[in-house]
């Protein structure tokens, strides 16, 4: 694994090399190294305002990159008209570098520290819609449900993890914490965090799959009754209804 001293060396190198680039015209640190909340697991990202095509910028970077530093695979995140690019080095050293236009150079949240360049000011990132993981997690229940019901056991315990990620958004959403990735899970209260457990899938064996299905639709049906009552008692009965059958 890489050392603290490699990726601090690397930011500076990624630095100088922005600084001395005609097409970059700002840079910032977001993420934990941004506010002084990094550790020594933590990876480096950078936004970079271009004024210039951003695919001949990346390009340019990706090249050095692998050139310079030995990247041994690059991948893009899905973005508006930024391009994300994030890099895995030697030593499990990671990079996300954020491509975006001059005009969307600026802060979108609080991790985020200019290092030159000009910042915008910018709408701040969009919280998870609740209504959409509520959707998506009554949809994951059903299915998983369905899946049990036709035997097929890996597609069930897919549906049924994925339906705990989305209460445990909601929780996160719930309660003011970061609701995506699971960023905010560990700041959830053990009242929420101890039914959880009986959520994971032990095995995908049909018995394993239909308990972890109806502790997983029980601690949705809590969530909710805590983030709308209303809604928890138009679904209730038919999250109750199929946690009953999940056990036949």
């Known amino acids: 694994m890489f050392s603290v001293e490699d990726r601090d060396r690397l930011r500076e190198r990624l630095i100088q090399f922005a600084e001395a680039d005609e097409a970059v015209t700002g840079a910032a640190l977001t993420g934990s190294q941004a506010n002084g909340h990094s550790d020594e697991w933590s990876d480096t990202d950078l936004v970079l305002a271009i004024r210039d095509e951003l695919a001949v910028s990346s390009s340019r970077w990706t090249q050095w990159l692998h050139d310079e530093f030995g990247a041994l695979h690059h991948w893009d995140l899905p973005a508006d008209r930024r391009i994300i690019r994030v890099f895995l080095l030697p030593g499990w050293l990671e990079v996300d570098i954020s491509f975006c236009p ?8 609080p991790q985020w520290r200019t290092i030159f360049g000009e910042e915008r000011s910018l709408a701040p990132f969009p919280r998870p819609d609740r209504d959409a993981l509520i959707g998506l997690a009554w949809h994951h229940a059903l299915h998983a449900h369905i899946s049990v019901q036709r035997g097929r056991a890996w597609q069930a315990e897919y549906w049924i993890s994925a339906l705990r990620d989305h209460v445990v958004a909601l929780a996160c959403l719930r309660l003011g914490h970061t609701a995506v990735h699971a960023k905010g899970a560990h700041l959830l209260p053990m009242t929420m965090t101890v039914p959880l457990e009986a959520t994971l899938v032990r095995s995908v064996t049909e018995p394993e799959l239909r ?11 809590d969530e909710l009754e805590r983030a709308d009552s209303q809604l928890a008692t138009r679904l209730g009965p038919m999250l109750a209804e199929l946690g009953e059958r999940s056990q036949e």
């Open 211 to 221: 308990r972890a299905l109806k502790a997983a639709v029980t601690v949705l049906t």
């Open 102 to 109: 001059e005009e969307e150079f600026g802060p979108r949240g």
